[in-house]
């Protein structure tokens, strides 16, 4: 069993002083994102958090761009030299949250902008190299295979920024055969 464990990355600390030290000032956040991307491609946070900045002020094809670009990056990286994904890529393993967190923001963008199928194939991915899921992808799934958009979700299942996870849970345990099903094919 192949496991994909990423290695420290220097840009994870840059990536938290510029938050920090810039969260007030969005142009010049946008442009130290851009540098911190430059300077370390493959430390996909600093693509989420630029997509995201993107998103809320408007660019949201430039935002769709980039987690397209994180999730190409994040496929090269884990990938071995035949093309081949890891058995396990996991989030116990904190050097792997900057990648899984760009694998999941680039399939709820898919579900977003409609693109269900291409959102079902990198969730579905996702899904499979860390089947503990401690990160949830299995709700997003199911919601998508119950015909849900991604508005719909957040307006029935968040509460105060995060998920009202005992409704989430029960709704998840009246429908999670069809999950099943969907990730046996």
Do not use: C
């Amino acid at each position: 069993m192949r496991v994909f464990v990423d290695k420290k990355r220097e840009a994870q600390e840059k990536l938290q002083r510029v938050l920090e030290e810039e969260r007030h000032d969005i142009p010049k956040l946008i442009s130290s994102l851009k540098k911190l991307m430059q300077e370390d491609p493959y430390y996909l946070e600093s693509y989420v958090y630029l997509a995201e900045i993107l998103e809320n002020e408007g660019h949201i094809k430039e935002a769709e761009e980039i987690l397209i670009d994180a999730l190409n990056k994040a496929m090269e990286l884990i990938k071995d030299e035949d093309g081949n994904l890891p058995d396990r890529l996991e989030w116990k393993y904190e050097t792997n949250r900057h990648i899984i967190k760009a694998i999941l923001e680039a399939g709820i963008m898919f579900w977003e902008v409609g693109d269900v199928d291409r959102a079902l194939e990198v969730l579905k991915m996702l899904y499979k190299l860390d089947p503990e899921d401690p990160v949830g992808v299995r709700y997003y799934i199911l919601a998508i295979l119950e015909g849900m958009g991604f508005e719909e979700f957040e307006l029935t299942f968040g509460k105060n920024g995060g998920y009202d996870t005992e409704s989430l849970e029960k709704w998840f345990e009246n429908h999670k055969e069809k999950l099943e099903e969907f990730i046996e094919d």
